[in-house]
């Protein structure tokens, strides 16, 4: 399912997106920043971009506390256009910072792993915490 979403947005990022050869003072800024400095310029845009796919779930009519995790990976599947932007905004992120091409990787393979998790524990909290008030 997950590789669904992957192939659709193969297809629509890359209309949104031209390619571009970062300036040579974006590389060598790149090249000086430690592992744990690029993690902490990623994490703020690997939240949104989750945040943008929870909401999108969390909000759609087929949603349920006890889906199955296979109907849960769709409703993160059917989220993914409208969360385009956010999707975006962490690739371009993780090229500038990693190297060009590295953020479509990111995308594609370690973000896409833990996805399905992330959005299971907050959909689910948040519902606790929106049960409570």
């Not at 989220?79 to 953020?103: F, N, Q, T």
């Amino acid at each position: 399912m997950i590789a669904a979403a992957v192939l659709a947005l193969s297809f629509v990022l890359p209309a949104a997106y031209e390619p571009h050869q970062p300036p040579m003072d974006a590389m060598a800024a790149r090249l000086q920043l430690t592992a744990k400095q690029k993690e902490a310029m990623l994490r703020p845009l690997m939240r949104s971009a989750t945040d943008c796919i929870v909401q999108a779930v969390a909000a759609n009519p087929r949603f349920r506390m006890s889906m199955a995790p296979a109907d849960l990976n769709v409703l993160i599947v059917a989220s993914m256009d409208g969360c385009v932007a956010p999707m975006r905004a962490m690739i371009d992120a993780h090229d500038r910072l990693y190297g060009e091409g590295s953020g479509e990787e990111f995308f594609a393979g370690p973000y896409l792993d833990v996805l399905p998790e992330a959005v299971n524990r907050q959909v689910h909290g948040s519902q606790l915490h929106g049960d409570q008030k």
